[in-house]
C-alpha cells in the first residue's frame, strides 16, 4: 500500500535523524525556539487563513461549539504560542543533568544521566497549538518527533509543520527531527502502533475512544493522557465568596478543556448557603445544572443526574452537583468516579485540607485554588506535551523531564568483578 510506504518512510527518517538530534548543543535547540516563535508571529495571518478553513469546515459539519474552541486559532493563541516558545529557551535544558552519582568501595564511578528517549509518536486530534507544543518541548528535550493530528484540523496542523520545518533549517538541525503523518487514516494510526523497531514512545490525546484503541493496539509503550473528570469539593468550613469564584472560574473559564471542573461536591451543612448563590452565577453563564435528589430539593432548575453523569467529561457549559454528608464521603466519590487527573478542595480547615491533599488519588491536588491551573506554562514548565494520567514514568503536567529516560555511565580504573 502506498500509505503504507508514505508513513515508514518518514518514521524511519525521524529515527534516523534521532540520534544527532539527542546531542544536538542547547544553544542550537533554543535558536530553533526563538525562530520559530518569530516565524508564528510573521505568518500569523497566513495561519489564521488554514486554521478558519478547518473551522468553516466543522461548523458545517454541526461540530460541537467546545470541539470548535479546541480547534479555533486567534491572534491571542497565537501569541500565547509565540510566547511559550520564548519561555521554553529560557528553561535549562534536563539533558545531560546528573541525577545520582554515586562511588562503589571498588572505587567505581557510577553517574545517573538523563537522556532523550529518542523518537515519540504524538496521536491527537483536533487541537493545533498541540503540533506547537509537541514539537518545541521534544526538540528542547532531545528527541524527534512524529506527529499524527486529526483530519480536523488538517490545515493548521500543516502550515504549522511548515512552520517548524522553517526554524529547524534556520538554526542548522536535521528537518527530519519532525515529521507530520497525514496518510491512511485509521489503518495508518495502526500501522504506525505497529512500528516499535523505530518509535519509542507513543502519547496520544485526545477523546476517550482515541485512547483505548492507541492503549489497545501498540506494540509500543504508552503515556495516557485520559479524561478530566476533575472535581471541586466545598466543605463545611469554605468561604462562600471564595468558593463561588474558584468553581465559577473551574466551570466556565473555558470549559472545553480537561482541567474544567466537571463535578462540584458541596458538604450538607453548608448546601442551602452555598448552592442557590452558585446555582445564580452558572445559570447567568448558561452552565446546564445536573444535581442529585438532595441538590434538586435546593435548585429547582436541576436536571437529575444520573449515575453516568459522575463519569461525564462532559467539555461543556454542563456541571453535576453531588451533596455528601463528610469529606471523607467525598474523597471515596473523587477516587471512584475520578480520572486522577485534577481535583480540589474549598476550605478554611487545614486539617481538613492536608486530609483531601493526601487521601485523593489524583496527579495534581488542590487547595483553595481552581483546577483550571494544571497546565504546563501556569506550572513554569514552558508549555506540556499533556497531562498525564498515568502513575509510571510521568504524572500530571508533561515537559522536559517527563520527555527524558536516564542512562548510567560508569568510571572505572581496570575493576574486574570477583
Known amino acids: 500500500m502506498d500509505w503504507k510506504k ?32 518569530e516565524i508564528l508571529q510573521k505568518k500569523a495571518d497566513l495561519i489564521l487563513k488554514q486554521n478558519q478553513k478547518d473551522v468553516r469546515r466543522c461548523q458545517k459539519q454541526n ?62 486530534e483536533s487541537r493545533p497549538d498541540v503540533t506547537i507544543e509537541a514539537t518545541s518541548l521534544c526538540i528542547k528535550s532531545g528527541n524527534c518527533v512524529i506527529l499524527r493530528g486529526g483530519k480536523e484540523a488538517v490545515f493548521s496542523n500543516l502550515i504549522l509543520v511548515d512552520c517548524i520545518k522553517e526554524a529547524l533549517n534556520l538554526a542548522d538541525i536535521n528537518p527530519e527531527a519532525v515529521n507530520f503523518v497525514k496518510s491512511g487514516g485509521r489503518m495508518g494510526v495502526r500501522y504506525m502502533l505497529s512500528l516499535n523497531d523505530f518509535i519509542d514512545l507513543i502519547i496520544p490525546r485526545g477523546g476517550e475512544s482515541l485512547i483505548k484503541t492507541v492503549v489497545s493496539l501498540s506494540t509500543i509503550p504508552v503515556i495516557k493522557h485520559y479524561k478530566g473528570v476533575c472535581h471541586i469539593y466545598v466543605d463545611r468550613d469554605a468561604d462562600i465568596r471564595m468558593a463561588l469564584n474558584v468553581c465559577l472560574n473551574a466551570k466556565v473559564q473555558r470549559p472545553a478543556t480537561c482541567n474544567a471542573m466537571e463535578t462540584l461536591l458541596v458538604h450538607r451543612d453548608i448546601a442551602k448557603t452555598f448552592l442557590p448563590e452558585m446555582a445564580e452565577l452558572f445559570i447567568k453563564h448558561r452552565v446546564e445544572i445536573r444535581g442529585c435528589p438532595e441538590t434538586m430539593k435546593i435548585i429547582s432548575s436541576a436536571k437529575p443526574a444520573t449515575e453516568r453523569d459522575w463519569h461525564e467529561e462532559y467539555l461543556d457549559l454542563i456541571v453535576s452537583i453531588r451533596i455528601v454528608n463528610s469529606i471523607e464521603e467525598a474523597i471515596g466519590h473523587i477516587n471512584k468516579y475520578g480520572t486522577k487527573h485534577s481535583d480540589s478542595i474549598i476550605t478554611s480547615s487545614n486539617n481538613s485540607a492536608e486530609k483531601f491533599l493526601r487521601e485523593v488519588d489524583s496527579a495534581c491536588v488542590y487547595h483553595n485554588a481552581s483546577t483550571r491551573f494544571t497546565d504546563g506554562g501556569e506550572f513554569g514548565f514552558g508549555a506540556e506535551i499533556g497531562i498525564s494520567t498515568d502513575k509510571i514514568h510521568a504524572r500530571g503536567p508533561m515537559a522536559l523531564e517527563e520527555l527524558t529516560t536516564y542512562k548510567y555511565m560508569i568510571y572505572g580504573n581496570g575493576q574486574t568483578r570477583t
Open 6 to 37: 508514505e508513513i515508514l518512510s518518514q518514521v524511519e527518517k525521524t529515527y534516523r535523524c534521532s540520534f544527532e538530534t539527542a546531542h544536538l548543543e542547547t544553544t542550537r535547540k533554543n535558536d530553533f525556539l526563538v525562530r520559530l516563535s
Open 63 to 124: 461540530y460541537s461549539e467546545a470541539f470548535i474552541d479546541r480547534l479555533l486559532l486567534t491572534q491571542e493563541r497565537i501569541r500565547r504560542m509565540s510566547s511559550s516558545l520564548v519561555n521554553i529557551s529560557n528553561l535549562e535544558d534536563p539533558v545531560g543533568t546528573i541525577i545520582r552519582e554515586t562511588i562503589r568501595p571498588n572505587g567505581l564511578l557510577i553517574k545517573k544521566i538523563r537522556v532523550p528517549i529518542g523518537v515519540i509518536a504524538i496521536i491527537y
